[in-house]
């Protein structure tokens, strides 16, 4: 049991490891194309402001996430296991 429960949290921790770095690529490729095309300095430093408070809020809420699959590893994992045998 105990194998399996790690196994879970170790793909849990990939997928959202992974979830994390695509939506990094993503929003920074996105800022740096707005950027080349923004009309003023102004809107440059609005634009690259808003896409740090995204970035932020994402990495915060994806160790957050990590944070309390790991705190709670034991009982979200077992649950899960047994309702799998349910299906």
Known sequence: MRNKIN????KDNIIVFASMSLLWCVILFV???????????GFSSAVTGA??????????TSFALIMHLKKNKIS?????IENIGKL
Not at 7 to 10: E, G, M, R, V
Request: proline share 3%; aromatic share 6%; hydrophobic share 50%.
């Open 7 to 10: 196994s879970l949290y170790t």
């Open 31 to 41: 800022l740096k194309q707005v950027i080349s095309i923004s009309p003023s300095a």
């Open 51 to 60: 896409g740090v408070a995204v970035l932020a809020a994402l990495t915060a």
């Open 76 to 80: 979200l994992y077992t649950e899960e």
